[in-house]
């Protein structure tokens, strides 16, 4: 009995580019959960067989069950193009870059001078 339960393992399914006819696309690339790309919900991995994504897609879309796959391509481009929180801040911190680059150009001048912190205008204007 012992032997039986230590050689049974917990199957985890993988995630299939098939599943994408469904609707469905990988959670995350660390994960395999399914995601709709419809309604972004993320199902468990023992909902990951085609029939139970084929339920998700007649019952909670049924107008889309008739789509091609095609459609689910687009959808699926759409989403991976989509601004993240990532991207968002990737593009501002770029552009915070230069101002504190120059702020810190800016007190190393201030401190190389040796006199006190008052005299940053005038390092400044004499400079530019």
């Known amino acids: 009995m012992t032997d039986a339960m230590s ?13 994408l006819k469904f609707c469905f696309i990988q ?9 709709c790309l419809l309604c972004n919900k993320v199902l468990g991995n023992d909902a990951m067989k085609p029939s139970k994504l084929q ?3 007649r019952r ?8 091609d796959l095609k459609y689910f391509q687009t959808l699926k481009h ?5 601004p993240t929180l990532d991207r968002i ?8 870059n230069d101002g504190l680059r ?3 150009n800016i007190s190393l001048l201030i401190a190389k001078s040796g006199k006190p912190h008052t005299i940053g205008e005038k390092l400044i204007l004499k400079r530019f």
Do not use: G, I, W
């Not at 879309?61 to 008739?66: L, M, R, S, V, Y």
């Not at 759409?78 to 989509?82: A, E, L």
């Not at 801040?89 to 915070?96: E, G, K, L, P």
């Open 7 to 19: 050689e049974s393992k917990n199957k985890c399914r993988q995630h299939s580019v098939d599943y």
């Open 27 to 35: 959670s995350l690339p660390e994960k395999q959960s399914p995601m």
């Open 55 to 57: 339920y998700h897609l």
């Open 60 to 67: 909670c879309h049924p107008d889309k069950t008739e789509k």
């Open 78 to 82: 759409k989403f991976q193009k989509r």
């Open 89 to 96: 801040f990737a593009s501002t911190s770029q552009r915070n």
């Open 102 to 104: 120059a702020s810190y």
